[in-house]
């Protein structure tokens, strides 16, 4: 025999007799299939004060503890060999103890709840613990120990009953400062926390429409016939709660049934009735209401200004409620036009890319044909100037999807040196036309290779050096990149590693810085930077060239890098300009 336990029970594996056979030599009815003899020391299990039983697979009772009698009220003539733990369980929770007893006897379940049917037609819940029993056949029992936690259970329940009910009035106060929430859902609190005040037995709110000039139905609670409420909608001054709208007053009513200035038979459960205007100033927001159904019960004058004081914090809840709409309103609509706008820019310019790249692959081909002098002029401006509008409509296109928040970057390993050598050789011929000198410098303690989108430092990179190879006629152009937050001894690691793998994930920042002796900047035009479509004089736009969206479309990538951009410069020819920006990086682990 072995015993396994999901619990540590005290259990003796002295042999006892389960049952006894009669005289005559035949077993009790009912008692035909069980075996002759359990492993458990019984003398002890029935000294326990803890219910216990044994039962087979199938769920037949083969012992019970005088514990157990007590707990459920059956005695165990009327259980052993005679009714299943299935007889018992509450017809609900059926097809789970169904469940839950296969996986007992694979030895998976060790503790559950469930409810069960005491003799007394009495529902309680049990925290079930069990042991599995395998005897020296093979066959299993299944041995439980029951714990009653009803009591437990109510008390919990009550529990997380008055939790919620404060976290509703809670959240009923922080709705006044606040101002997302669910106004519905708020004013519902406000209802039932007025009505359990009171013990009521009928709660109402009604909210004013200032054009209709009629209250409208927004919460009702308690017994109340509810399509009759929802369908009535007092109009101003006119009965209880169109008198409250109009004089401001709170009305107390002793019994609404005999009331003469009534206008609806709705109510006919309404007795002791109260309605106070929801103030705010001087202007009535909304109708709080409650009544009794027993002719008897009357308000009382404490709690009738409790209610007017839970009326004014509802007018602060709507008319917050009401601010924020409006705000939220016209922000989504201001959200909405820029949209359009961003989308309608992104359509024109992709649509309007597809026939400009044929022009440009005409022009190409056609200067690969014999051309005379003027026609190949010709041709080459065609060439240059759709390069230069293609380039153009790329930037439009980059910067509407940045401004409507479509560019996603990726996540890919790549060689810092590689991209920057890639930028390099773009850009080269431009700064060998001019004879500007063209260097960049890495600090050493910059890894070799890192993790990001490495298409997007790319523009960056050549929006910035384009910028001052373009605005630097004498001099030099020279790029440096360092790095910022983390040790030397970290990059060290990184670039003495055979392929450049760190054996760690690190998230490092580095700082590249683009310098010229250029044309530099003035400290007055310095604001406009970083703005699209400015610059910082449009005169140089005529001699430059540009749409003033470099630098706008470099702000936009270097935050979604989680960096920075700026520029310093005295604004002084032949000083020139210093561009900067930070960007977020991983290393390859």
Not at 250 to 279: E, L, S
């Amino acid at each position: 025999m072995r015993l396994e336990l999901g619990t540590d029970p005290v259990i003796n594996q002295d042999i006892m007799p389960t049952t006894s056979v009669p005289s005559n030599g035949h077993p009790p009815d009912g008692l035909a299939t069980m075996r002759p003899a359990l492993k458990l020391d019984h003398r002890l299990m029935d000294s326990l004060p803890q219910a216990m039983s044994v039962t087979d697979a199938q769920g037949r009772y083969r012992y019970v503890n005088p514990a157990f009698e007590v707990l459920l009220g059956y005695p165990r003539e009327a259980l052993i060999g005679r009714r299943t733990s299935f007889d018992i369980v509450y017809p609900p929770d059926l097809e789970r103890l169904k469940e839950l007893r296969a996986r007992q006897i694979r030895g998976e379940s060790r503790e559950y709840e469930i409810r069960a049917v005491r003799a007394d037609g009495c529902v309680i819940d049990v925290l079930v613990q069990n042991a599995r029993l395998m005897q020296d056949d093979g066959s299993i029992d299944l041995v439980f120990t029951i714990t009653d936690v009803t009591e437990r259970n109510v008390r919990e329940a009550e529990l997380r009953r008055r939790n919620m009910l404060l976290e509703a009035l809670n959240r009923t106060a922080l709705a006044i400062a606040s101002q997302q929430f669910n106004l519905k859902e708020v004013l519902e609190t406000i209802v039932h926390r007025a009505l359990e005040m009171c013990k009521a037995d009928n709660g109402f709110l009604y909210l004013a429409d200032l054009d209709k000039r009629e209250l409208l139905p927004t919460v009702q609670v308690g017994g109340y016939d509810a399509p009759q409420f929802w369908a009535y909608k007092p109009r101003y001054g006119h009965g209880l709660n169109g008198t409250v709208w109009a004089t401001g007053q709170t009305f107390v009513i002793d019994d609404y049934q005999t009331w003469p200035y009534r206008t609806t038979n709705t109510f006919v459960k309404h007795h002791a009735t109260v309605g106070v205007a929801m103030m705010l100033g001087k202007q009535v927001l909304g109708i709080l209401g409650l009544s009794h159904n027993d002719p008897q019960r009357r308000f009382s004058k404490d709690e009738v200004k409790s209610l007017e004081r839970i009326a004014s914090l509802a007018a602060l809840v709507v008319n917050n409620a009401r601010l924020y709409q409006s705000v939220t309103q016209a922000r989504d609509q201001a959200v909405k036009a820029s949209r359009a706008k961003s989308d309608f820019i992104a359509v024109i310019s992709h649509e309007l890319r597809t026939p400009l790249n044929v022009i440009l692959g005409m022009a190409e081909l056609l200067l690969d044909t014999p051309l005379s002098s003027d026609q190949r002029e010709f041709a080459g401006l065609i060439d240059t100037s759709g390069k230069s509008l293609l380039e153009i409509i790329n930037d439009i296109l980059d910067f509407s999807k940045g401004e409507s928040g479509k560019i996603s970057l990726v996540r890919e390993r790549f060689e810092l040196n590689a991209a920057i050598s890639r930028v390099v050789a773009m850009l080269m011929p431009k700064a060998h036309e001019k004879n500007l000198s063209f260097e960049t410098v890495t600090s050493p303690d910059v890894p070799a290779f890192l993790l990001g989108d490495e298409a997007r430092l790319r523009q960056i990179l050549v929006n910035l050096l384009n910028n001052a190879i373009k605005f630097t006629d004498v001099g030099r152009v020279r790029m440096r990149v360092t790095r910022v937050d983390t040790t030397q001894a970290d990059c060290e690691a990184a670039n003495q590693a055979s392929d450049g793998v760190l054996p760690a994930a690190y998230t490092i920042l580095l700082r590249f810085e683009i310098a010229d002796t250029g044309i530099g900047v003035s400290r007055a035009d310095q604001p406009k930077l970083f703005q699209p479509f400015m610059q910082a004089d449009y005169s140089l736009t005529r001699q430059y060239g540009g749409t003033g969206l470099g630098l706008a479309i470099s702000k936009q990538l270097t935050e979604l890098m989680d960096g920075q951009i700026g520029m310093c410069s005295d604004g002084v020819n032949g000083r020139g300009s210093t561009f900067w920006f930070t960007a977020k990086f991983g290393l390859p682990n």
